[in-house]
């Protein structure tokens, strides 16, 4: 064990295991986390090559072979509880994509929540056994996120009472979804529906693409790989060519919206119901976002500790890097930030299994406000999260440029969340559709309930710009419930100057669309301070749970350190609506710095508290024990292009070059 390390670990005020047990949720959760990680690190046939070392073909062959085994301990151990087995998955592929992700995450429950009970009967446990493997081809080459502007067509002929499905173009080619490539034999295709001469818009289809024996494909489906990606290695992200293929009538789910036999069509109850899969998708980006980032941190400020370099004054030994200020104000703030994502993600799970509920009751009434939040938090969290793992590499100097430090992979396989499930800006969007709508709601007198009522608020009806002096600021920046509620009025008054900005726009004659476009960078803005507020606001709630003071004393620092390093840096926002004034903002900057100095004896501890597996963490400069440099030479040393002390390069090309010159 590094000596520098140990000594952190000594300097920690809190117990780091009960800290644990609040981030899993509760000692149950650890205990059975570290079982199921025990189980898989402990299992030879888990064991890997670094795909650092190997070639694409390599990595998905070798991820292959793991997911299959994995299927089979699933079922041995009879691990069937959805969290128990993503938990299990993350340890066989650690917190890396693999090609049985969209089987497992979309086609198994898209099937749950859409198909009827004989489609069950027919689907369902041919795909748990895996004779069906699926995937979810919603994606095109020339749309994405605007499913409205999706181009396959399923067309019902009521002749064979099967649906024809088409790709009438190159841009409707289906592109991106993971597993389709080379993996999957079946997928869900999201097409146009067209019955009877009209469209009824997006309904999801089950189409057999490859032949259940031979895997080969099937007559009219051009199915393939697309190429290498910036990440992904392992996942054979597809694309499907659709020419004339015929499924029976019995292939749409029809749970909810349903086509009879001569094509009537049958509306579903509600629009918003095949919304359940994308809301939950989403939350579990947030709970990513908040682990990707917990681990570039664990791994950064590990290093920082072991790591010393130059000098703070002259003759005295080299500090360790996290004793320098800077290093602090890099670091710090994103552990606070991974901590606040942390909540939000336990929240977003808790809110959605609450809500689902309801849904299944036939009870919509708080969908619309889960779908904006989901939208919104996945947004501002991967944005969020994808600067800051760069940030942590950066930290780290030349040697978080290797892959050995596990930064770079974090990263490659994290950026995407920024763009699937939704784009960001148009996620954004959604949520800012969502606030102006209910902006406009309490402006008509309506009462709102949930997370939005603080637009009801009658101080936030009509904000003038004004001097600073004729709004006196009472702002503690020491009390974070003070520091919520100036979040809180900075998110109003930024959804209103949003809702003004468009009403503005339409006084002059613009249409709708025209008025909303040309306010949009003002309502991703809105979107983005609702967030803000809502992450402060939940973390701010969890301290209220916390019943250890050690503990409740150091998530404190840390809210506190992550409301204000958010002010700091949206500080135009604040000063501009008289939230805060001038002296105010410096006092802030001064009390960060005390913050970070708070903080830095229990740096290690906290990220500790994360509680990541070696085997998960991956990487040689944020191993548990600080044993850097010695391990960085081994991993080195097994680098393919060592496998011979003269590559045959020099032979071909050098020693020839020689005697031509």
């Not at 259940?212 to 009219?220: E, W």
Request: charged share 20%; net charge negative.
């Amino acid at each position: 064990m590094n000596p520098d390390i140990t000594r952190e670990r000594q300097n920690a005020t809190f117990d780091v295991e009960k800290l644990t047990h609040i981030l899993d949720g509760g000692n149950e959760k650890t205990k059975r986390r570290r079982e199921i990680e025990a189980m898989v690190f402990s299992d030879p046939d888990f064991k890997e090559e670094d795909p650092n070392f190997l070639s694409r073909s390599e990595r998905y062959d070798q991820a292959v072979k793991k997911s299959a085994q994995m299927i089979l301990k699933l079922r041995e151990y009879g691990i069937a509880d959805p969290e128990e087995i993503y938990c299990y998955k993350n340890c066989v592929h650690p917190d890396r994509p693999e090609p049985f992700d969209l089987h497992l995450g979309m086609f198994l429950p898209t099937l749950l929540n859409q198909a009827t009970p004989e489609q069950m009967d027919r689907f369902f446990m041919p795909a748990w056994n895996l004779e069906i493997i699926g995937t979810y081809a919603q994606t095109e080459m020339g749309h994405g996120t605007h499913l409205r502007g999706l181009e396959t067509t399923a067309t019902y002929d009521p002749a064979t009472q099967e649906f024809v499905l088409n790709s009438p173009t190159v841009s409707s080619i289906k592109w991106w979804p993971g597993g389709l490539g080379k993996t999957s034999n079946h997928a869900i295709v999201l097409a146009q529906l067209y019955t009877q001469g009209n469209c009824h818009g997006l309904h999801a289809f089950i189409v057999p693409i490859r032949d259940l024996d031979t895997h080969v494909p099937l007559p009219g489906i051009v199915v393939g790989d697309i190429g290498p990606k910036f990440g992904f290695s392992e996942v054979d992200n597809g694309f499907l060519k659709l020419e004339n293929v015929r499924i029976p009538r019995e292939n749409m789910l029809m749970k909810f919206a349903k086509v009879e036999a001569d094509g009537t069509y049958l509306k579903p109850p509600s629009a918003k119901l095949t919304y359940g899969t994308m809301v939950f998708i989403r939350s579990l980006i947030v709970g990513e976002s908040a682990r990707a980032l917990s681990k570039s941190c664990t791994i950064a400020i590990r290093y920082s500790s072991v790591r010393h370099q130059s000098e703070i004054r002259p003759g005295d030994p080299e500090p360790q890097i996290l004793d320098y200020q800077t290093q602090q104000y890099k670091l710090l703030p994103l552990l606070a930030m991974a901590y606040a994502f942390t909540f939000v993600g336990q929240y977003m799970r808790q809110t959605y299994h609450r809500i689902s509920g309801d849904i299944t009751e036939g009870d919509f009434s708080e969908l619309p406000e889960l779908h904006a939040l989901s939208a919104g938090l996945k947004a501002f969290t991967t944005w969020a999260t994808n600067s800051a793992i760069e940030v942590c590499r950066m930290s780290c100097g030349g040697h978080g440029y290797s892959r050995s430090s596990g930064l770079p992979d974090i990263y490659v396989e994290f950026t995407p969340t920024c763009t699937y499930e939704g784009e960001n800006t148009v996620m954004m969007l959604q949520t800012a559709r969502y606030l102006v709508k209910s902006y406009r709601q309490a402006q008509a007198g309506q009462q709102l309930s949930g997370i939005v009522s603080y637009l009801n608020d009658p101080k936030h009806q009509r904000v003038q710009p004004q001097p600073v002096a004729g709004r006196p600021t009472v702002v503690d920046i020491n009390d974070l419930a003070s520091l919520v509620e100036v979040f809180k009025q900075r998110a109003a008054i930024l959804v209103e100057l949003a809702a003004k900005s468009i009403q503005q726009e339409l006084h002059h004659g613009k249409s709708q669309e025209d008025a909303w476009n040309n306010s949009a960078i003002d309502l991703v803005r809105a979107s983005d301070a609702h967030c803000h507020y809502v992450v402060v606001k939940l973390f701010t709630d969890k301290l209220g749970e916390v019943s250890d003071t050690a503990i409740h004393s150091v998530l404190s620092t840390l809210a506190l350190l992550y409301a204000l390093h958010g002010i700091t840096k949206n500080s135009g926002d604040f000063l501009q609506a008289g939230l805060l004034n001038v002296p105010q903002v410096l006092q802030i900057s001064n009390r960060i710095k005390e913050l970070l100095s708070q903080l830095r004896p229990n740096a290690v501890a906290l990220v500790d508290a994360f509680d990541f597996h070696d085997k998960r963490l991956k990487s040689v400069l944020g191993r548990y024990d600080g044993n850097v440099y010695e391990n960085l030479f081994e991993w080195a040393r097994r680098s393919p292009l060592n496998s011979t002390e003269v590559h045959e390069s020099f032979h071909k090309y050098l020693k020839p070059l020689r005697a031509k010159l």
